[in-house]
T-cell receptor, first 114, second 113 residues
Framework: GENVEQHPSTLSVQEGDSAVIKCTYS??????FPWYKQELGKGPQLIID?????GEKKDQRIAVTLNKTAKHFSLHITETQPEDSAVYFC?????????????FGKGTKLSVIP | DTEVTQTPKHLVMGMTNKKSLKCEQH?????MYWYKQKAKKPPELMFV???????INESVPSRFSPECPNSSLLNLHLHALQPEDSALYLC????????????FGQGTRLTVV
């Protein structure tokens, strides 16, 4: 199965600043790299994902970058807003028979201070 | 409709009770999942159903019994639970057994007393 490490575990930023969260994975055959956001009292929701044939993907203030050689991918949030406060999980599914089974990182609690 | 609906939202049960959690999706997804999430921890996979057949059981105790009556519904039957089973139970679905977006319900907050 996939071994996943996510850093940092907590992150506090001032409103308007940028936030970066990094996820390291072990399965070199992985080809799908999603980030999920979980707000208090809700289930996780996909916010952005990237496939292995692309190095970067952007969606407004959110971007994901992938370094397949180093086996890590990062979530970038620019111009942070209070509503970005949540727990963020990387969840690469790995490859092989269990590849539809998400392996969640430990999560990063992001606090955006107004 | 991109929703996964879970009922009930909250459940308090005694250790001798039998209860069921329900999950429903109408996106035509053929894989459905149960996850357990303790406070300040990531979701942990419990069961996976693919095309209405149980394909993964992550060594979950038999007091948890999943059921998939049809492609839109997923149940989790609970019996003789322990206080340490108190957690948020999340249902999710994906289009199929491949790498794709997972849609999660809001979860059932279960408290065992």
């Amino acid at each position: 199965g996939e071994n996943v490490e996510q850093h940092p575990s907590t992150l506090s930023v001032q409103e308007g600043d940028s936030a970066v969260i990094k996820c390291t994975y072990s399965d070199s055959a992985s080809n799908y790299f999603p980030w999920y956001k979980q707000e208090l009292g809700k289930g996780p929701q996909l916010i952005i994902d990237i496939r292995s044939n692309v190095g970067e993907k952007k969606d407004q203030r959110i971007a994901v970058t992938l370094n397949k050689t180093a086996k890590h991918f990062s979530l970038h949030i620019t111009e942070t807003q209070p509503e970005d406060s949540a727990v963020y999980f990387c969840a690469p599914p790995g490859s092989g028979a269990g590849s539809y089974q998400l392996t969640f990182g430990k999560g990063t609690k992001l606090s955006v201070i107004p | 409709d991109t929703e996964v609906t879970q009922t009930p939202k909250h459940l308090v049960m005694g250790m001798t009770n039998k209860k069921s959690l329900k999950c429903e999706q109408h996106m035509g997804h053929r894989a459905m999942y149960w996850y357990k999430q303790k406070a300040k921890k990531p979701p942990e996979l419990m069961f996976v159903y693919s095309y209405e057949k149980l394909s993964i059981n992550e060594s979950v105790p038999s007091r948890f019994s999943p059921e998939c009556p049809n492609s839109s519904l997923l149940n989790l039957h609970l019996h003789a639970l322990q206080p340490e089973d108190s957690a948020l139970y999340l249902c999710a679905s994906t289009r199929g057994a491949g790498v794709t977006e997972a849609f999660f319900g809001q979860g059932t907050r279960l408290t065992v007393v």
